[in-house]
């Protein structure tokens, strides 16, 4: 659905985007998350033809957005960071605008208005000046105007930026029943964002990319969590056969609970692992008061990714599982 490749921008001498390549499926949700000034809206502004590259590709549905601009920017909806919204507007004249300015009209353009108000539930507003309206309320006729003409592929600049958190819930369910239709690159800062809401994280940084994971992948973590009365050479000698256990780590001991981590190789299957330990712990006549998998938390992951030094970002991030 999309296709970047080795995209570049400069802003005078200043590389804000670097190189960067990526490709996104139909029906993808992909969050670029990085912090302030990473580069992340400089790509969005990109994709949605707003501003030139000064190198690379960008393909929307094989069509080169260089080269058939109009015919690109047909199947894209676009959130901008700043909507540049016509504050004397009521929000009503403004989607009719939107609509038309995306080529809709008569019976489509009614509906497709009726469409994107109910779901973005901005009907109470619909007489206001746009420059009456709270921030939270700017940001959900942006969300309208973005997804006006079910545009293929929706590029969403901090989507639920100002946002209450009953608005937020509301978008990103919007975002996620779009996504059935639509493909979807939303950027954000919050990791929380992207584990709501997203398939896969490109984690922008320097105006490169650092990690393209799907998330998936990045919450497995290869670690186990064991709470046993064994000590730790007891332990170590009770999962010997055990090859797929490569580590044993004693991360804490209360009141003769000894808290383990244990590494798992990669190719082990935690679930029957556990199986295996927990027998072999009770049958040697221990207590076993817990084993589960561990989950990464992708906040941890996310600063650690941040802080690494550059050229090493990306191998941190798979170092840390
Ligand atoms: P934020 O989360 O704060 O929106 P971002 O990841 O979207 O940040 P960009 O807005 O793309 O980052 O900015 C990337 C870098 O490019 C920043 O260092 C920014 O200062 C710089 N930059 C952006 N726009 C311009 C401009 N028009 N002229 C000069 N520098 C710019």
């Known amino acids: ?11 005078g001498d200043f590389k804000a985007v670097d190189n960067v390549s990526f490709k996104i499926k139909k029906g993808e949700i992909v969050g670029l998350l990085g912090h302030n000034g990473a580069g992340k809206t400089t790509i969005m502004k990109m994709l949605s033809g707003y501003i030139e590259s000064n190198q690379g590709m960008i393909e929307i549905d094989d069509i080169d957005l260089q080269q ?10 676009y959130l901008p960071e700043n909507l540049p919204i016509y504050p004397e507007m009521t929000v ?9 300015m995306k080529g809709l009209s008569g019976e489509t353009k009614i509906s497709e208005i009726k469409r994107v108000i109910q779901a973005t539930d901005i009907i109470p507003k619909l007489l206001s000046p746009i420059s009456t309206l709270s921030r939270g309320y700017k940001q959900r006729v942006g969300v309208a105007q973005a997804i006006l003409g079910k545009p293929k592929l929706l590029i969403l600049d901090e989507p639920t930026n100002g946002l209450d958190p009953t608005q937020t819930r509301l978008i990103r369910a919007l975002i996620r029943d779009l996504a059935k239709e639509a493909t979807v690159i939303l950027s954000t800062h919050i990791m929380q964002e992207v584990d709501a809401l997203c398939d896969r994280v490109l984690i922008i940084r320097n105006g490169q990319v650092a990690v393209d994971a799907q998330l998936e992948e990045l919450r497995k973590s290869n670690h186990l969590q064991l709470a046993t009365s064994l000590e730790k050479d007891e332990l170590i000698t009770l999962l010997q056969p055990l090859n797929d256990v490569i580590q044993i780590e004693e ?39 817990s084993i589960n998998q561990e989950h990464r938390d992708l906040e941890t992951l996310f600063r ?11 191998e941190e991030i798979q170092d840390a599982a």
Do not use: W
């Open 1 to 11: 659905m999309l296709e970047v490749r080795q995209l570049t921008r400069l802003y």
């Open 68 to 77: 058939d601009p109009k015919k690109a920017q047909k199947n894209l909806g």
């Open 92 to 100: 009503a004249d403004y989607l009719d605008y939107a609509s038309e």
């Open 251 to 289: 991360t804490s001991t209360e009141q003769q609970v000894h808290l383990y981590r244990l590494g798992i190789a990669e190719t082990g299957d935690h679930l029957a692992l556990c199986g295996d330990i927990a027998k072999l712990i009770i049958n040697a006549g221990a207590t076993l008061f």
């Open 304 to 314: 650690e990714v941040n802080e690494a030094p550059i050229e090493a970002a990306g």
